[in-house]
């Protein structure tokens, strides 16, 4: 499994920016892809996530109402869409993803990362 993030960039407070996710290595229909981001000197934080299968975007409650997961099944790609950008969003952005069928999306170890993409978001 191979996920490859970009998308990243420098933006102004209040625009939106959507990050991409494409996956590879097999069928994604089951299990969860998940965004997480790493601000220096901070630890890394759950963003977003949500079921390869479907369902809802379960968010971190600092980008509650304003980020969201969405998938393009024929792509095999997977996409935080991002708005209301603030600059205590700025952060590496990383998706991960994790193929087992049980248990939360948001509370779950992820077996396979990709490598980050750069948020800025200036004031």
């Known amino acids: 499994v191979q996920l490859q993030a970009s998308g990243g960039g420098l933006v102004q407070a209040g625009d939106s920016l959507r990050l991409s996710c494409a996956a590879s290595?097999?069928?994604?229909?089951?299990?969860?892809v998940g965004w997480f981001r790493q601000a220096p000197g901070k630890e890394r934080e759950f963003v977003a996530a949500r079921g390869w299968g479907g369902g809802e975007t379960e968010s971190g409650n600092t980008v509650k109402g304003r980020f969201t997961v969405s998938r393009d099944n024929a792509k095999n790609t997977v996409y935080l869409e991002m708005t209301s950008l603030k600059p205590d969003d700025t952060a590496v952005y990383y998706c991960?993803?994790?193929?087992?069928?049980?248990?939360?999306?948001?509370?779950?170890?992820?077996?396979?990362w990709g490598q980050g993409t750069q948020v800025t978001v200036s004031s």
């Open positions: 290595g097999r069928t994604f229909n089951s299990g969860c």
């Open positions: 991960a993803t994790d193929l087992s069928i049980y248990g939360s999306c948001r509370y779950r170890e992820y077996s396979y």
